[in-house]
């Protein structure tokens, strides 16, 4: 092993010398042969041969697949502890005069060692890494990092509410993500009291988040945290408030309405699709887990069935404008979805005495079904040919489907 390979040429090629106890070295060397958890004391030497008494306490790493990545190895200093060892400028010293002098020279060493407690001040918890690598905390050295000061009105980006907080706005984005391009391809308003209130609540939460990242500190180009409120105003100005304001429109709001015009209200429900930029900030909060192998597999099945439901949605908003054939008022019989129509007993048929225009169809809980089908079945390079595309904007579409199903499996 590469780490255990240099680990052991670190310690014996220039840290040993004449006085260090050779049975300590060899427990060193099995220590890492073994990938074992150890501690122990040994005499190394300086690069000017200076005797130096250290407490080595060596803990292996591992990874999520249990495999040893790095050794974190931690060395204390302990010479003024030890029996003093005679040099050139201490020769014919006494026992008691040599141990005075060591401790005498050592004594920052010994200020190191004894942990320092202000008054009102609490003794350090255990250091999170001991819990995130599963290592006891007496192998590990504690750590401690100073809580950026702040404006009473500033809130810290990496503090429990603000962790909370986002992953409910994350949460909240995948809902959007799956409902827009629904809403918008099957032209639904929201008449339904229970779903026109939830997206009232969701507008609501994207505002109030608006106002949050408005006082949330961000970390800079240098790694420092910027707590400064002109500076985080400047910042979100320049760069997510735009995409966040055109979020939290309540567009479901205003479509409710019967009075709306045709044109306003489709063109309201375009602008619904703003929404889906939002998931540039969800793909930067999950960058972090993909090093974890389970974490991806989880990500790569979601993004792909919200590939195939944006898709499964175009499939559709192109049979559906192309169904009808608006210049002789005529249905296409070969459209996938008169086909459908005909299959499931609602076929189309055309209202001469009333409204003048085509009614009937296939309801849309079967339409979508149908459509996610078709998606699924491309996408994965498995058409049973049982829904085909017919026309050329359908053959098209089908093409580029194909090539991405292509990408996805290389």
């Given at each position: 092993d590469i780490t255990s390979i240099f680990f052991l040429s670190v310690f014996s090629s220039f840290m040993y010398g004449e006085l260090t106890d050779k049975d300590t070295t060899e427990k060193v060397r099995l220590t890492f042969e073994n990938y074992e958890m150890n501690s122990f004391e040994i005499l190394m030497y300086k690069k000017n041969r200076t005797p130096v008494w250290f407490f080595v306490k060596i803990a292996p790493i591992r990874n999520e697949q249990e495999k040893v990545v790095l050794f974190l190895c931690t060395f204390s200093d302990i010479t003024a502890f030890k029996q003093p060892i005679e040099d050139d400028s201490s020769k014919g010293w006494g026992k008691f005069a040599r141990l005075t002098r060591a401790l005498t020279s050592s004594r920052g060493v010994l200020q190191q060692l004894?942990?320092?407690?202000?008054?009102?001040?609490?003794?350090?918890?255990?250091?999170?890494?001991?819990?995130?690598?599963?290592?006891?905390?007496?192998?590990?050295?504690?750590?401690?990092?100073?809580?950026?000061?702040?404006?009473?009105?500033?809130?810290?980006?990496?503090?429990?509410?603000?962790?909370?907080w986002d992953w409910v706005i994350l949460i909240l984005t995948f809902y959007t993500a799956i409902m827009v391009p629904y809403n918008v391809s099957f032209k639904t308003k929201q008449n339904n009291v229970t779903w026109l209130v939830v997206d009232s609540i969701v507008d609501v939460i994207f505002l109030v988040d608006i106002v949050l990242n408005f006082h949330t500190t961000f970390v800079g180009p240098a790694g420092e945290v910027i707590s400064d409120p002109k500076l985080i105003r400047m910042n979100y100005l320049k760069t997510w408030f735009v995409i966040d304001l055109l979020s939290c429109l309540p567009y479901d709001v205003i479509n409710a309405f019967e009075n709306v015009d045709e044109g306003i209200s489709s063109l309201f429900s375009s602008l619904k699709v703003v929404r889906l930029l939002r998931l540039g900030r969800v793909a930067r909060k999950l960058d972090h887990y993909i090093e974890y192998g389970a974490a991806v597999l989880v990500l790569l099945v979601c993004?792909?069935?919200?590939?195939?439901?944006?898709?499964a949605c175009i499939w559709y908003s192109i049979g559906d404008y192309e169904v009808i054939d608006e210049e002789t008022n005529i249905v296409r019989e070969d459209s996938w979805l008169y086909i459908l129509a005909e299959t499931v007993g609602t076929p189309?048929?055309?209202?001469?005495?009333?409204?003048?225009?085509?009614?009937?169809?296939?309801?849309?809980?079967?339409?979508?079904i149908t459509s996610l089908y078709f998606t699924m079945t491309s996408l994965t390079s498995i058409g049973f040919g049982n829904i085909a595309p017919t026309t050329d904007g359908e053959k098209i579409f089908a093409v580029?489907?194909?090539m991405i199903g292509c990408e996805w499996v290389a």
């Open positions: 004894q942990p320092t407690v202000h008054k009102g001040e609490n003794v350090h918890k255990h250091s999170r890494l001991a819990e995130v690598l599963q290592l006891g905390s007496d192998i590990l050295p504690q750590y401690k990092q100073e809580t950026p000061k702040t404006p009473p009105h500033i809130i810290l980006h990496y503090c429990l509410f603000k962790t909370t993004v792909f069935g919200l590939a195939a439901h944006w898709l189309y048929r055309f209202n001469a005495s009333g409204s003048g225009k085509w009614e009937g169809g296939p309801n849309k809980d079967s339409v979508y580029a489907m194909m």
